[in-house]
């Protein structure tokens, strides 16, 4: 392994790997940030040029993509409240409020530093405990899938915790949006009303686009910033970015945390970068002492979500090199790049071929330390374009979510779900809904009913249904995650009115001595 | 102001990008057209490709399809003299990118991958598929994928006899995993069920991926899979049956289902098809580029160390597959009553 770590360190420093693979990682932040095209399109589109180059070259470059384009998700979720990727869906709770306040800059090098730290978390995760954890993502089987899935739901409790009945409406409808389409197992077809093409459900990135995108533009027309102004005002301070960073490494906690969870969920294949970001700002609020402020624009927020969702490339590659199963779908298309270069996933990628791997991997770690580089000076330019008048960007962002949505699939309808998400989005975020809990139930929803199903399906062999459900380890310690999950507002609640009233009394029973004495 | 210049330029860049992402590399076109004229005067032969040719891929991105087209194109944009256009359609298992087919203008300038048996069997189980097995014009069938029955190492079976014997004792017992409901493998274990007499619990996943996988960690008992999967796993499982003619070559001493007596040969082949309608010169040069690139010995070579069984079926013997496989299937799920 040593000799392999000296030999990787070679050819990551060789100047031409190095400069395609930074070439890669600024391809990757401009296709991630622009809202549609995704970490995986940008990695397919990519790919037939890696042919001419030698493996481990064209693999550091892929790397490089995957790692610039989930970073690059965060510029548009922070500027525009859109996310460019999924898995950054999470940063904009937090990332565009603090845009709102002119504080871009400030999200943008905290998305940045964090990304960094949680992506190079990730990739040590993947070259020192891969065979080790994907005997883990093993274990997770059909009635898991199901329990993580409740598991993620029962986030709304904290996303919503202004109104739990919108919340809970707001999931069901994601919920409902998630079952358009053919019937994951049965196959049966669902809510197409006669539209082949909507066979294949609704895609979630067409959705976000709508769902985020629409009701931004409405709003700035509404809000009648045309002409008149711009969406938010940058000041262009000194020593943002250090100070930035320093109230960041303050809290090793958070980054550490949210970065293992990336690395978590991205080992078990099926949950992306999407479900890691919000997994990760779910704990980041509930652990925080100043709960209630996020959504109002809090760093710590924006560094939960980006940390996760970075760690999760290292972890999305765990099952992908060790057993050939792709963690997540960019990591599908890194599979078919190894395949077309004639490397097999398995123990013998790491044995015979150990010389490109360990190249591959420690690159990630290089890959990401670019990406912080490139991403901490490129914020204060970047975050400048939201000074723009709105009657530039407005046009500009309309435009590119129809592109955005048609590249997807190369599918026209897919512009009209697009802008019927878009106008429903509005409606809902009028009527003081919160996004988060309609995008979990649209993530989830497919995800709890494979497990469900087929959690029912195994259920014939045995004697009854719970021993399927309620009897298997892991799923013992998610439902009591789940438990804990959804009754945590109510106990913090509780716990808060306690302590008032503990004050209260020890005001009155200070009041009292004062009498007796 | 500046800064608005600026940024506005920085705007159009982007914007240029996304287009140029977005559709694809339309904008080689231009600079072949005038290359591929010339070709085509000099050798006679009708007009066609004088622009790029989509190739739609009706699956995810980094699947086994989009391998294969991926290891075709720069092959089919020598002998064609064009660019070679993948798009992903995916949706439906396949349906979704094969009505896309359909609908195109039947100029040769859309091809799409094809599956069998997918092509085959979505439209006997769903009335609203939207398209028919017969629309689907196949130019060439390139790949076979055998697909075999295995267990895990520690199974107690250790031949497919054990594992028939026990489920014969067992009905419906026995949990077998697969990717997709009337697939490949849910075909396969209709076969198998049919000739041996037996009823296995088929639990289906929506790919050979997360199949594999529930499979490995041991949630299922047993599992149909692609030799793709088979051999990439070989030191974890023990493989009890193939759906191949003869031996497989990575996996020389698994028996062929035919060996155990089950006349069976469950396999999912991947060739190309145009839209019905499409006129035969055309037809012609995408079939005769096909051939050619099936021909390659490189391509043979990687395909074999995949694990897979390169073929070589032209238009014309690829629809005499279809049809033949049209006709086993369609008598199998009459017997079967099913769907």
Redesign the interface.
């Known amino acids: 392994m040593v000799e392999n770590f000296a030999g990787a360190l070679g050819h990551i420093f060789n100047l031409y790997n190095f400069m395609l693979m930074t070439l890669g990682v600024a391809v990757g932040i ?2 991630g940030a ?1 809202p ?2 995704t970490a ?6 990519l ?2 040029f890696t ?1 001419i180059m030698d493996p481990a070259t064209g693999l550091m470059t892929l790397g490089g993509i995957y790692v610039g384009a989930i970073y690059g998700g965060c510029i548009s979720a922070i500027l525009i409240n859109t996310p460019g990727t999924p898995s950054a869906i999470a940063t904009t709770f937090d990332g565009y409020p603090l845009a709102q306040k002119g504080k871009g800059e400030h999200a943008l090098v905290a998305a940045a530093f964090s990304s960094g730290v949680g992506g190079v978390i990730g990739a040590l995760v993947l070259i020192f405990l891969a065979p080790l954890l994907v005997e883990v ?6 009635p898991e899938y199901f329990w993580l899935a409740i598991f993620g739901l029962t986030i709304i409790s904290t996303l919503a915790a202004k109104s739990i009945l919108k919340g809970l409406i707001g999931g069901a409808l994601g919920l409902l949006v998630s079952t358009v ?2 019937a ?4 049966e ?1 669902r809510y ?1 009303f ?1 539209f ?2 909507l ?3 609704i895609e979630l990135i067409v959705a976000l686009i709508g769902f985020f995108c629409i009701p931004e533009i409405l709003n700035m027309i509404a809000d009648k910033k045309i002409g008149s102004g711009q969406v938010g005002k940058l000041q262009s301070r000194t020593g943002v970015a250090g100070s930035v960073m320093m109230a960041l490494i303050k809290q090793p906690v958070l980054l550490i945390r949210s970065a293992i969870i990336g690395a978590f969920v991205g080992i078990v ?2 949950a992306g970068g999407n479900v890691a970001g919000l997994v990760s700002y779910n704990e980041a609020v509930r652990w925080s002492k100043d709960s209630e402020k996020f959504g109002t624009g809090m760093l710590e927020g924006v560094a939960a979500s980006e940390a996760a969702n970075n760690s999760e490339v290292g972890g999305s590659l765990v ?1 992908l090199l060790t ?4 963690g997540a ?1 960019p ?6 790049a190894l ?2 270069h ?1 490397l ?4 013998d990628l790491f044995i015979q071929h150990g010389a490109i791997t360990y190249t591959f991997l420690l690159s990630l770690v290089v890959a990401n330390v670019v990406m912080f580089v490139l991403g901490f000076f490129g914020a204060k330019h970047i975050a ?2 939201i ?3 709105a009657n ?1 960007l407005a046009p ?1 962002i309309a ?2 979510t129809v ?2 949505s ?2 997807i ?3 026209m309808l897919d512009v009209v779900i697009m802008v019927t998400m878009g106008l429903a989005g509005y409606i809902l975020r009028r009527l003081d809904f919160h996004p988060g809990p309609i995008v979990l139930g649209m993530i989830l929803g497919p995800i709890a009913e ?1 497990g469900l199903v ?1 959690s029912l ?2 259920a ?2 045995q004697e009854s249904i719970a021993v399927v459900f309620f009897t298997r380890p892991i799923s013992l310690v998610l439902i009591i995650l789940c438990i804990i999950s959804a009754a945590w507002p109510v106990v913090a609640g509780f716990r808060k009115k306690h302590s008032e009233r503990l004050r209260e009394q020890t005001v009155d029973g200070t009041r009292e001595v004062t009498a007796d004495g | 102001m500046r ?2 210049k600026c ?2 330029v ?2 159009v860049l ?2 240029a ?3 140029v ?4 590399g339309e904008q080689v076109a231009d600079e072949k057209k005038s290359v591929a004229d010339k070709v085509t005067e000099e050798d006679q032969k009708p007009d066609f490709p004088t622009r790029p040719v989509t190739y739609i891929i009706p699956f ?4 086994q399809s ?2 294969e087209a ?2 075709q ?2 092959l089919l944009e020598e002998f064609l003299s064009t660019s070679i256009v ?8 396949g ?2 990118g094969w ?1 896309e087919l359909m609908h195109a203008k039947a100029d040769g300038y859309t091809i799409s991958g094809i599956n069998i048996p997918h092509i085959i069997l979505q439209p006997i ?2 009335d ?1 598929a ?1 398209y028919t097995t017969e629309q689907i014009k196949p130019i060439a069938i390139f790949q076979g994928t055998p697909i075999g029955l295995a267990v895990l190492k520690d199974s107690p079976f250790d031949t497919l006899e054990d594992l028939v014997n026990y489920a014969k004792e067992h009905p ?4 077998v995993g697969g990717s ?3 697939s490949g493998h849910h075909i396969a274990l209709l076969q198998l069920e049919a000739l041996a007499g037996i009823e296995f ?6 790919g050979a ?2 199949s ?3 499979f ?5 008992d047993a599992l149909f899979a692609n030799s793709n ?1 088979l051999v ?2 070989k ?1 974890r499982i023990k493989v009890l049956g193939l759906g191949s003619d003869e031996r497989f070559e990575a996996l020389a001493d698994v028996p062929t289902f035919i060996e155990l007596g089950y006349s069976m040969t469950p396999s999912i082949d991947r060739g190309a098809a145009v839209p019905p309608e499409t006129p035969d010169e055309v037809k012609k040069v995408l079939e005769d580029a096909f051939v050619r690139v099936m021909n390659n010995e490189s391509v043979r070579k ?1 395909m074999i ?2 694990g897979f069984v390169p073929l070589r079926l032209d238009a014309v013997a690829a629809q005499e597959h279809i049809n033949k496989k049209q006709l086993e299937y369609t008598k199998l799920l009459k017997e079967l009553n099913l769907p």
């Open positions: 401009v296709v622009l549609g095209l995986t399109m940008a990695l397919a589109v790919v037939p042919f993502a093993l274990k997770f089987g059909p389409g053919l994951p197992i049965g196959g077809m197409t006669g082949y093409q066979q294949g459900g294949p099926g099952p057993l050939g199963i792709p779908p990591a599908a298309v890194i599979m078919g395949l077309l004639g097999r996933p398995g123990p400048r374009m000074n723009l008048p530039y500009l435009f590119m592109i955005g048609y590249a699939r190369n599918n494979k087929q399906m195994l014939r062999s | 800064q608005v940024l506005s920085l705007f982007l914007l990008m996304v287009m992402v977005g559709c694809g995810n991105p980094g699947g989009d391998v991926r290891r194109q720069p993948i798009q992903y359609k995916p949706g439906g298992g349906a979704l009505t189980a769903r609203n939207g419906g017992k026995v949990t997709g409901k009337w619990n088929y639990v289906p996943s929506t991926a997360p594999v996988s529930q490995l960690g041991g949630h299922t999967d990439t796993h030191d990687q160390e995949q």
